[in-house]
């Protein structure tokens, strides 16, 4: 399968756990972003990377959300001390120019 | 800033009817890209259709087609003679042009849930 791919699909965690999700981009593509959906509502932005670099960061990315690319390949969302209003899809997508390709995301719920 | 606004929020047909998405868009950038992409149970977001600001052309793509008119800011999505396999939650898509050309992040909507009744 040659499309973006994310892991786990799906995660329950307790409040104040850590939790970290995967992405795994279209191999050529040097654009990745990660966007968070709640019930009801359209993907919002939350970071954006060309190669290894974080280009872009949403206000909505607080303090204990931190997300890495390292060699511009896969990516790691990690968020420390889960809240319940974690509670949602994150939404992994990767682009060469101006078509970004989504993942299936992993569905986050925080107990 | 950018805003992409999709009025209706759920939308109910019958098999073989033609049906209209809205998509109404503000952006103060001339280079922008619009988007459709549709989000059927399964939960991952599929690629309908992609739109540059300076491509006003209309398309047609089998049964789905697109009207672009910037003079209102809107980006309208039809199926015709719809099907059961079209129910999904359809979003509508906004990104400015970065530096190089190339689209930035997306602004979604907030969706428009599509039911086709057989």
């Known amino acids: 399968d040659t499309g973006v791919s994310q892991d786990p699909r799906h995660k329950i965690t307790k409040r104040g756990q850590n939790v970290t999700f995967r992405c795994d981009p279209i191999s050529e593509h040097n654009r990745l972003y990660w966007y968070r959906q709640t019930l009801g509502q359209g993907p919002e932005f939350l970071t954006y990377?060309?190669?290894?670099?974080?280009?872009?960061k949403s206000r909505l990315l607080s303090d204990r959300f931190s997300a890495e690319r390292p060699k511009g390949s896969f990516s790691t969302l990690e968020i420390q001390r889960t809240e319940q209003g974690d509670s949602a899809m994150y939404l992994c997508a990767s682009s060469l120019w101006d078509q970004a390709f989504f993942g299936q995301g992993t569905r986050l719920t925080v107990v | 800033a950018q805003k992409v606004t999709q009025a209706q929020t759920e939308i109910s047909v019958v098999e073989k009817e033609d049906v209209t998405l809205d998509c109404v868009y503000e952006?103060?950038?001339?280079?922008?890209?619009l988007f459709w992409y549709k989000q059927p149970p399964s939960g991952e977001l599929v690629f309908l259709i992609r739109r540059n600001s300076f491509d006003e052309q209309n398309e047609i793509s089998g049964r789905y087609s697109w009207n672009f008119q910037k003079s209102t800011s809107s980006f309208n999505f039809t199926i015709t003679a719809s099907q059961v396999v079209d129910s999904a939650v359809y979003f509508c898509?906004?990104?400015?042009?970065?530096?190089?050309?190339?689209?930035?992040?997306?602004?979604f909507g907030s969706g428009t849930q599509l039911t086709v009744l057989p």
């Open positions: 990377f060309q190669n290894e670099a974080q280009l872009e």
């Open positions: 898509a906004l990104s400015e042009g970065g530096l190089s050309g190339s689209a930035r992040q997306l602004t």
């Open positions: 952006t103060r950038d001339t280079t922008y890209y």
